[in-house]
T-cell receptor
Framework: DVKVTQSSRYLVKRTGEKVFLECVQDMDHENMFWYRQDPGLGLRLIYFSYDVKMKEKGDIPEGYSVSREKKERFSLILESASTNQTSMYLC?????????????FGSGTRLTVV | DQQVKQNSPSLSVQEGRISILNCDYTNSMFDYFLWYKKYPAEGPTFLISISSIKDKNEDGRFTVFLNKSAKHLSLHIVPSQPGDSAVYFCAASRGTNTGNQFYFGTGTSLTVIP
């Protein structure tokens, strides 16, 4: 089974802190994605990556950056956490040319910024 | 601009009855559609998909219908069970050379009442 692992299930950080959310997948997928899920807003794409060292902005990249130094790992960085970044963060991966089955998601990280 | 819309944020259905979840999209280039199911504190899991060359796809209790002219798809769950209580997201994509980005709806929270 494809596995996408997010390092933390729950995280509490202070305003202004630099926050790292880690995601690792074990199926050699080229594509990786970071979403946030908020009530009434669904899943919104923050950043995605089609290959190592490549990154593309999604719909809501402001206040975030990403790093993909290795194929299996995609990190989301909150440069200076703010309370409006309190959310559920979901990482996903997929093969580039196969849409069958869509993405495989991790279990999510519930981030609270106080 | 939301390209995939789920206009009903919530739905309640009695156990054993049919659940119908609806989804509309605006981009006529979308040609592959998915439904995901999400329990609280878990990542979304793939449920069922449909390609634009079909108008119906069935998998056990789950059937997805696609009406391309209306840019509308629906998920039917028959019979509904309490374990089906979850948030359901529809997603759509169009084939591209660089990857398979999916666009997600805002989700419908289904409650199946025993």
């Amino acid at each position: 089974d494809v596995k996408v692992t997010q390092s933390s299930r729950y995280l509490v950080k202070r305003t202004g802190e630099k926050v790292f959310l880690e995601c690792v997948q074990d199926m050699d997928h080229e594509n990786m994605f970071w979403y946030r899920q908020d009530p009434g807003l669904g899943l919104r794409l923050i950043y995605f990556s089609y290959d190592v060292k490549m990154k593309e902005k999604g719909d809501i990249p402001e206040g975030y950056s990403v790093s993909r130094e290795k194929k299996e790992r995609f990190s989301l960085i909150l440069e200076s956490a703010s309370t409006n970044q309190t959310s559920m963060y979901l990482c996903a991966s997929s093969l580039p040319q196969s849409r069958r089955g869509g993405y495989t998601f991790g279990s999510g990280t519930r981030l609270t910024v106080v | 601009d939301q390209q995939v819309k789920q206009n009903s944020p919530s739905l309640s259905v009695q156990e054993g009855r049919i659940s119908i979840l609806n989804c509309d999209y605006t981009n006529s280039m979308f040609d592959y559609f998915l439904w995901y199911k999400k329990y609280p504190a878990e990542g979304p899991t793939f449920l069922i998909s449909i390609s634009s060359i079909k108008d119906k796809n069935e998998d056990g209790r789950f059937t997805v219908f696609l009406n391309k002219s209306a840019k509308h798809l629906s998920l039917h769950i028959v019979p509904s069970q309490p374990g089906d209580s979850a948030v359901y997201f529809c997603a759509a994509s169009r084939g591209t050379n660089t990857g398979n980005q999916f666009y997600f709806g805002t989700g419908t929270s289904l409650t199946v009442i025993p």
